[in-house]
């Protein structure tokens, strides 16, 4: 017997779909027939409930003119690896420049309007934090030691905020 196509027991959903395609516009013993497998084999992936083997996706490949890869959906999941790779390797840079940005615009904002920022300083904050719990040991030492110092910046402009905010609303007071 042939070793199944991707190891997890299912029919890849790509295989399902151009099956229930060409079922639809034909009907089940002419694909089955075409394709060069079982009618009950066909039923089964069209419910998605067996996995083929490489030898029948070798047959599905040559009749759809898709790869297995295609089939199995690897370049798919490659692509997606790929892009989560990117993101996790841009999000310091991303977390340093925004921070960066909005230290500044806290710099510039007149006392009274620096509570705006608080929701946001708070978000970046927490943001960096999680992101540097969950990735530290990936990172190079000194990106890491420039969010960690651009986190202690935010916490620190969060509680002169905070300070400034509670401070205007006593002087406010009668």
Avoid at 50 to 59: G, V, W
Avoid at 102 to 124: F, T
Avoid at 132 to 141: A, G, Q, V
Wanted: aromatic share 8%; glycine share 4%.
């Amino acid at each position: 017997m042939s070793p199944k196509g991707s190891g997890n027991g299912r029919t890849p959903p790509r295989v399902s779909e151009l099956l229930k395609k060409a079922v639809a516009e034909s009907n089940q013993v002419s694909v089955a027939k075409a394709v060069g497998i079982a009618r009950l084999a066909l039923q089964n992936y069209l419910k998605g409930e067996s996995e083929p083997t490489t030898a029948t996706l070798e047959k599905i490949s040559k009749w759809s003119g898709r790869s297995i890869g295609y089939l199995r959906g690897d370049a798919e999941a490659q692509f997606r690896k790929t892009i989560k790779d990117y993101n996790d390797k841009a999000k310091p840079n991303y977390y340093l420049k925004i921070s960066r940005e909005m230290i500044q615009a806290h710099k510039v904002l007149p006392d009274n309007l620096k509570y705006l920022l608080e929701p946001a300083i708070a978000d970046m904050y927490e943001e960096i934090m999680e992101f540097m719990r969950i990735k530290h040991d990936d990172m190079e030492d000194n990106i890491c030691n420039e969010l960690w110092k651009a986190q202690d910046d935010l916490e620190e402009l969060s509680r002169f905020s905070t300070l400034i905010r509670s401070w205007s609303q006593k002087k406010e007071e009668p």
